[in-house]
């Protein structure tokens, strides 16, 4: 394999965000459309909408058969992929399919391939990152990640129910060193055993995370920390294509806004819930990165007004 | 009968808000509760939320059997109960079973009674009404409450799925002559023939209201109207003990808002959207009334100024 880095850029500057998560091809079926082998995975929806606010570093493992269009499409985000190894073998795939009711989906195949024996490891420049996200991997392979950097400033990990059934205790050893957690609806109440949302992101609160993200989808997300709550609508779309990673676009934009300005205030946060419900409004309406690659900072500012025009209260 | 309205107090003023819908006896069961024939019906839940806000005239029908004790708690709250009829019979009663995830519901039983010859004839001081809410009740009846008010300046209907499936062509009637239709999710959804939400919204409007406000239950709300769409999510209640009637507390809260501010701007529905979150807050946290009836003009601006807090985009 080429080294990621041109000859001509010697020395990239380290990434202000590191973004560790799975980087796959996506075969997804909605009731309107389908879409075979497309670039996907947590670290990719996550990079693509930090790219936009701050240098952000990827974490991650493909394999030989990643195709080079993709990784061109990653750089010409200007990510820093210095952290995407290559092993032998298949790139990681995932197969799912939508109800018509967006909100309910079921997975027909997953092929963890190369992602089986993932174990990450930064480059150097990546260890000084200030802020990180921990996407949706075994809290063991985030650990190991959060383990190999310095002194982060700000750190959230992503989950999924499956590791909350199946490695609790490496997950609960996760909570006890981030400061923010995301889940989403089912998530929220499988890890603390509340129905009520509120009521379970103020358990989960109790975990270890000074601040829960609850991802709503359609219905928008609120983050729960010291300062109180933050209530952050969705913006409306007319067409969702694919609710794909739009969870990951969100956690993307939020931490990408955080680490663009540097300071972690409740202005800050709360300014990090627009640009992150704005992310994944791009990232719903076509499937893989077609929309958010055509997106720039005119019409990321133009939806974050519209949005803050709609949800101003009276 | 005596009359409605003690000597002592010879001539009211007239309703600045007239609601029509259903007065009732509700028993409902909850996973954690369950509470027996407790005043309920959507024009209680509206008036009372609307009562702290303007002059408020119900329309409805009660039975013989309805309880001194039950008009006295809608005497205490200060609506005007001239247009409340009482008829031979029996009051209308509800019997309705809810999941642990309280957005499923079940209705067990419905008895019409007095409720199945119900005919509208509204005193004469409410005919000069300027704001109408017609709660859920046959959209004929709607019509009928309407036809009665000489020039009202703002009229907003509510539905539910019986009358878009059996009365399509009354309700049809309705929406041509009503300025915002309030529809849940599910309503929403079949009124249209949409499945996303904003794209349903867009559609009803074309129906005939310029408004079009969607209520998501713990989701919160949206309005689109001719100066685009306004997000107004959910009050967080961490212990919702029984939802029932909060559609029409946000409905009362809000046509009570606006019903004493007389306007009806952009800013006004705005602030009208913000109190009916408040107001379905106190709904939901206890059975029928009892939580609302505790509430006092200082308890709902502490809850409007914690939600703006909350809300406040960044």
Redesign the interface.
Known sequence: MSPRTPASHPAPPPPRLVVVGSVGLDSIETAEARCEEALGGSAVYACAAASFFARTGMVGIVGEDFRAADRRRLERLGLDLRGLQTAPGRTFRWWGVYD??MNNRSTRETQLNVFAHFEPALPAPYRAAPFVFLGNIAPALQRMVLAQISRPRLVMADTMDMWIRETPGDLNDVLRHVDIVAVNESEARHLSGE?????AA?RIRRMGPSHVLVK?G???A?LLGPH??????AY?????RDPTGAGDAFAGGFMGALAAGGRVTP????????VGTVMASFIVEAFSLRRLERADGAAIRTRMDA????????
């Open positions: 018509r009711d129905e009520n949302l509120f009521a103020r709503k359609e219905h928008g609120f109180g709550t933050m209530i952050a609508p409306p779309v007319e067409r969702v202005a800050a946060l709360r300014r990090a819930l627009t949005l803050r025009a709609m949800v101003r209260p009276g």
